[in-house]
């Protein structure tokens, strides 16, 4: 079995200027929302949400140093982080009160990225094409189940007391679906971009 592509894309230079600009625009961002808030976030809960968000920004860079991981994971540094950074800027920006389409859009988007990221982690050391695209979707379905379970305990409903985060039972429904086939979507690309070339005796 071939090396997986991913662990060339890690070392081009141009995928680690992606992801120390993914990260500095996540940090700055909740910078701003945090210390000098715009009215738009009014009832938003980003104090809340910041723990979560940006602790991939410092969770992969200390494992990667103390497990020694050569070349630096920076594809699925970025491509973990890349989903906060948009869902925060479409509340930074007020894209989720003005085109209300931003929540559908995101939901998809932003799962691709998310199975993406894990494919980007799991090609590293797997180098086995079977059953791939069925564990990235399935991998991003169980995130967007937490991901809904977190959304609740910061609504108005839940613990947050995010007033302005109302959530229905149809807002829900339309997230996993849209979420997981997002994810179903970043598994195949992850699979054909990152993964490793299919042989005829793979296939």
Known sequence: ??????????????????????????????????????????????????????????????????????????????????????????????????????????????????????HAFRFRNVHDRRDAILLGYGFGALMIVLWEVFEWAVSEDGFGGAGGLQLTYGDTVGDLALSSTGGLIGSVIALYWLGPKASRAGR
């Open 1 to 118: 079995m071939t090396q997986s592509a991913v662990l060339a894309t890690d070392r081009m230079p141009l995928m680690a200027k992606f992801n120390y600009v993914v990260k500095a625009a996540l940090v700055l961002s909740f910078v701003i929302a945090i210390f000098f808030p715009p009215d738009v976030l009014e009832g938003k809960a980003m104090g809340s949400r910041a723990p979560l968000f940006l602790a991939p920004a410092i969770v992969v860079p200390l494992l990667a140093r103390r497990r020694g991981w050569k070349p630096y994971p920076h594809t699925a540094d970025a491509f973990l982080s890349l989903p906060f950074l948009l869902d925060t800027l479409g509340n930074l920006l007020g894209f989720y009160d003005e085109f209300p389409v931003t929540d559908d859009v995101l939901h998809t988007i932003n799962w691709v990225f998310l199975v993406i990221a894990f």
